[in-house]
T-cell receptor
Framework: IAGITQAPTSQILAAGRRMTLRCTQD?????MYWYRQDLGLGLRLIHY???????GKGEVPDGYSVSRANTDDFPLTLASAVPSQTSVYFC?????????????FGPGTRLTVL | DQQVKQNSPSLSVQEGRISILNCDYT??????FLWYKKYPAEGPTFLIS?????DKNEDGRFTVFLNKSAKHLSLHIVPSQPGDSAVYFC??????????FGTGTRLTIIP
């Protein structure tokens, strides 16, 4: 069982370019999440999806969009990347969308926007 | 406004001794707390949790203590081992709200 996979592992991107970070889970979890990790700021929620077909905004959604067309995939798109979006991005999933349910994280994507 | 704070960015502890990681929160609505552990180049993994109806939860070498009146929780690791070197995040939630994570503490176990 792979759990959660993310692609790419790392990426250097010119400012203004469009980028999609991919996330796939094979655990049939209902809820999925995107976080960014920045030094001194911890993990901050960007967007989430409680179930396929629904999405919601987290703490820092500006500049990002997501879609959840099916249970397994939850891509994160940066429409026009800016340097402040340089970060490590983690995708996660959980059986249910409540905060008490354990979240399982992918290995992360390190994104650098120049 | 950081609702969950880990005021120590880093901590070094001798192997075999106790590691104590601290976490403070400001939102009195939080009623469920978790600790996640993260190794370099990996995603965080769940470590231990505690509900606000308890003040202590133990799992092997890991114990989490909750002091609701002080809005403070701590993670104790006894005895500390080199494999415990990692970044530790505390997180909190209530009701159907999503998790709020702290800023993380990097623990280094010195052999």
């Amino acid at each position: 069982i792979a759990g959660i996979t993310q692609a790419p592992t790392s990426q250097i991107l010119a400012a203004g370019r469009r980028m999609t970070l991919r996330c796939t889970q094979d655990m049939r979890h209902n809820a999925m999440y995107w976080y960014r990790q920045d030094l001194g700021l911890g993990l901050r929620l960007i967007h989430y999806s409680n179930t396929a077909g629904t999405t919601g905004k987290g703490e820092v959604p500006d500049g990002y969009s997501v879609s959840r067309a099916n249970t397994d995939d939850f891509p994160l798109t940066l429409a026009s990347a800016v340097p402040s979006q340089t970060s490590v991005y983690f995708c996660a999933s959980s059986v249910s969308p409540t905060g008490t349910d354990t979240q399982y994280f992918g290995p992360g994507t390190r994104l650098t926007v120049l | 406004d950081q609702q969950v704070k880990q005021n120590s960015p880093s901590l070094s502890v001798q192997e075999g001794r106790i590691s104590i990681l601290n976490c403070d929160y400001t939102n009195s609505m939080f009623d469920y707390f978790l600790w996640y552990k993260k190794y370099p180049a990996e995603g965080p993994t769940f470590l231990i949790s505690i509900s606000s109806i308890k003040d202590k939860n133990e799992d092997g070498r890991f114990t989490v203590f909750l002091n609701k009146s002080a809005k403070h929780l701590s993670l104790h690791i006894v005895p500390s081992q080199p494999g415990d070197s990692a970044v530790y995040f505390c997180a909190a939630s209530f009701g159907n709200e999503k998790l709020t994570f702290g800023t993380g503490t990097r623990l280094t176990i010195i052999p």
